[in-house]
């Protein structure tokens, strides 16, 4: 018998389940509690009879993530985590401190399809989805590990949310339940590169949570180039989406530009750039292309970056460069994959 993923259910389906098992339904809530509370065992739920317990651990299972590794960045604080899953695959999420308090950025897939050229996630494709239960448990996590409260949580780890698009709802649910983590939507950002019918289908939610569009290149065969997803979903397209998209939520969208050297820094793309999101309420986040072995992609010197910005600001467009964190420990966008172990193989940081 397959065990059940309890840690996924809203309340609704804890409810029914547990009314399946002729339990009175002042339980659910407080199991429901227990289950986001960060236990790794049900034995852990000291308020919940023993014979409960026993039926519980017969029938479901906790996803829990188990740190296999720990990076602590010697620039910054920044934290990742290499995570084992109960099937052994590798995942891995990041930590990181700001002013405002704690923000865990999340991975969503095991792997990644959508093979951007110039991205670590995606270089070994996609291994399987993330359920729900396993994006919650990176944030509780990092929560007990540190003994803090995380306040932020942006799903930019490995993998495309939009490709897992119902595990990607339901966790959005679950995580701002105020039974559960209790985290605002207002808190949470989504980054996609850009799956057009998921953009569609996110905006019927109207969820108050940030869009972020890893837009990269404003001419189609540069971002055709970049990321195999333009082939699918034009830059047309995909802007389209976007003012639906905003029309229906009234949020102001993020555009993430990795800038790297040569391929997509030049004053022509700045230009366009700024062109192609007029009319569109947005901030633009430049983020200067981080290492990836496997490529030989660079990003541009300090000179050409702040330009960049600067052009685009002249231009009317709100425009930010993203400070890096984690730079020392590869926990930069773009640089979590799959093949954790062989990076913990070759690695003597810790
Ligand atoms: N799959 C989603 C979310 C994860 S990637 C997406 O692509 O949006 C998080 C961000 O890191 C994306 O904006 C992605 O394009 C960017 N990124 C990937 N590789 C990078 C690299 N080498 N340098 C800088 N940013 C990178
Ligand atoms: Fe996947 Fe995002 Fe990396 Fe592209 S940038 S391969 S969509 S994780």
Known sequence: MEKIDI?????????????SLSQPKFRTKQIFKWLHSGIEDFD?????????RDILKEKCYLANCKIVKKFVSQIDATVKYVYQLFDGEYIESVLMKYEHGYTVCISTQ?????GCSFCAS????LCRNLTPSEMLAQIMKAQTDNNIRVSNVVMMGMGEPLDNFDNSVKFLKLVSDDEGLNI????????????VSGIKKLAKYNFPITLSISLHAPFDDIRSDMMKVNKRWNIEELLNACREYQAVTTRRISFEYALISGVNDSNECA?????????IMCH???????????????KPNL????????????????????????????????QLRRKAKEVMLNDNTQ
């Open 303 to 334: 000179a050409k970056i702040h330009a960049f910005k600067e052009r685009l600001i002249y231009n009317g467009i709100n425009a930010t460069v993203r400070r890096t964190l984690g730079a020392d420990i590869d926990a930069s966008c773009g």
């Open 44 to 52: 852990q739920m000291t308020n919940i009879p023993k014979s409960l």
């Open 184 to 195: 605002g939507l207002r808190h949470i950002s989504l980054s996609t590169s850009g799956v």
């Open 110 to 114: 095991v792997g990644c399809r959508m």
């Open 271 to 279: 230009d366009k750039l700024a062109k192609i999101l007029k009319g």
């Open 122 to 125: 995606g270089l070994w494709g």
């Open 7 to 19: 840690r996924s259910y809203d309340l609704a389906e804890l409810e029914s389940f547990l009314t």
């Open 284 to 298: 633009v986040n430049l983020i200067p292309a981080n290492p990836v072995k496997e490529n030989s992609f660079e």
